[in-house]
């Protein structure tokens, strides 16, 4: 599985909820092999337990934003130049 996931080392990524519990899993595993992480989500709060518990803020950049709302999205992508999205 290691191979597989060799393909993100060194790689933007962008992780859309990446503040949720699955997005922070996707996110810390993306990290530990060598990816650059981009996440963009709703703003953290308490909720957001399991990704504050990670600490992953320190390790990526974190945005908060809609991913509804088109402009902040697209200032997203093109400030970054994500190589994946999830």
Same mark, same amino acid.
């Given at each position: 599985m290691y191979n597989f996931l060799s393909i993100f080392k +060194? #790689? #933007? @990524?962008l992780i859309? =909820?990446?503040? =949720?519990? #699955? =997005? &922070?899993?996707?996110t810390l595993l993306l990290n530990k092999i060598g990816a650059?992480? @981009?996440g963009? &989500? #709703?703003? @953290?709060d308490d909720s957001n337990k399991h990704f504050n518990l990670l600490s992953l !803020? +320190? !390790?990526i950049v974190s945005i908060e934003g809609d991913i509804r709302n088109e402009n902040e999205l697209n200032a997203v992508f093109n400030k970054y130049k994500p190589e994946f999205v999830f």
């Open positions: +060194n #790689k #933007k @990524i859309t =909820g990446h503040t =949720g519990f #699955k =997005g &922070s899993w996707l650059e992480v @981009i963009f &989500s #709703k703003p @953290i !803020d +320190n !390790d």
